[in-house]
């Protein structure tokens, strides 16, 4: 295979931004405390007045499936990614009316709309943000939250997790499998939102 389509996929998935000073960080729902401690640490530095965790249970389970890593720091009784992301940024210095929760959100897509809806129903303005992802979540987050929030300037500040990383994913089948697995949900997650906002162009 040539290195060039490795490079292209690399580039197209791997979105990494440099933080800045924004309104909001977005921390689209998981089980790695990785990313709301970054999202905390951002906090502490300044970078943002308010932090959305977003999520429930995923759609794939019945139940929440546990903490990946640091279960010895983080051990509650979670019962939704929001909760445990909660949990976690409060155990590194972020107060309670920082954090706004969505907590019913099932997959990625819903995390972004949802926390649209419980954004907008506090009558909170957001012009800036950042999102805290996995790395190799970082594209199909920043299109769902730029079609969520099409009037927000947002950059992606991501985390490694499973050790999947823009330089190794290609040589193991498990970074292989995630990968493509996005560049796939990249294209058929988006074909209705696509084909209404093609519609929605016409018609005005």
Wanted: with cysteine; proline share 4%; hydrophobic share 35%.
């Amino acid at each position: 295979m040539s290195n060039h389509i490795i490079t292209d996929i690399s580039d197209f998935i791997f979105i990494s931004d440099e933080p800045e000073r924004v309104d909001a960080i977005f921390l689209p729902g998981g089980s790695h405390p990785e990313q709301p401690e970054y999202a905390a640490q951002l906090y502490r530095g300044g970078f943002a007045k308010w932090l959305v965790p977003a999520g429930g249970i995923s759609i794939k389970r019945d139940k929440w499936p546990g903490v990946r890593s640091k279960s010895d720091i983080y051990n509650g009784d979670y019962q939704s990614d929001c909760e445990f992301f909660t949990d976690v940024l409060l155990k590194n210095g972020v107060p309670s009316s920082a954090v706004i929760c969505e907590d019913k959100s099932r997959h990625t897509h819903d995390n972004a709309f949802l926390s649209r809806k419980v954004i907008d129903e506090k009558g909170i303005q957001i012009k800036t943000a950042l999102i805290v992802c996995k790395a190799f979540h970082a594209r199909r987050c920043l299109m769902l939250y730029q079609i969520a929030f099409p009037d927000v300037k947002i950059k992606v500040c991501p985390v490694h997790c499973y050790n999947i990383t823009k330089d190794n994913w290609y040589k193991s089948e498990k970074g292989i499998d995630r990968v493509l697995g996005e560049v796939s949900r990249c294209g058929n997650q988006f074909v209705g939102d696509i084909k209404q906002y093609i519609t929605a162009g016409l018609e005005a």
